[in-house]
Nanobody, 119 residues
Framework: QVRLVESGGGSVQPGDSLTLTCMTT????????LGWFRQAPGKSREFVGF????????YATSDVSDRFIVARDNARSTVTLQMTNLKTEDTATYYC????????????WGQGTLVSVSS
């Protein structure tokens, strides 16, 4: 059974840093691309970034790539999202997701972890 479980969310102030972790089980982690999406209150879910099975990273915007880092640990089957210089507009529920090699859509999702940025 495929499972993705996010952790590390919380309430922080603007300018703070936070690292989210997604622990996975039930699939061959090294074969999968791993991604992060987020959904702010009242908005649609949006892409944040992903890391391919070949360790290539892609981010949604330059603002995200300047402040966030997606990394993977194949030995531990985990993917992290390191976030720095957080802004109030980063407030959202963050979701971890995975897709098999060659898949066109993200197949598996976690339940999400809430990040709240406010002063």
């Amino acid at each position: 059974q495929v499972r993705l479980v996010e952790s590390g969310g919380g309430s922080v102030q603007p300018g703070d840093s936070l690292t989210l972790t997604c622990m996975t089980t039930g699939f061959t982690f090294s074969r999968y691309d791993l991604g992060w999406f987020r959904q702010a209150p009242g908005k649609s879910r949006e892409f944040v970034g992903f890391i391919s099975r070949r360790n290539i990273t892609v981010y949604a915007t330059s603002d995200v790539s300047d402040r966030f880092i997606v990394a993977r640990d194949n030995a531990r089957s985990t993917v992290t999202l390191q976030m720095t210089n957080l802004k109030t507009e980063d407030t959202a529920t963050y979701y971890c997701t995975a897709r098999d090699a060659g898949a066109s859509s993200w197949d598996h999702w976690g339940q999400g972890t809430l990040v709240s940025v406010s002063s």
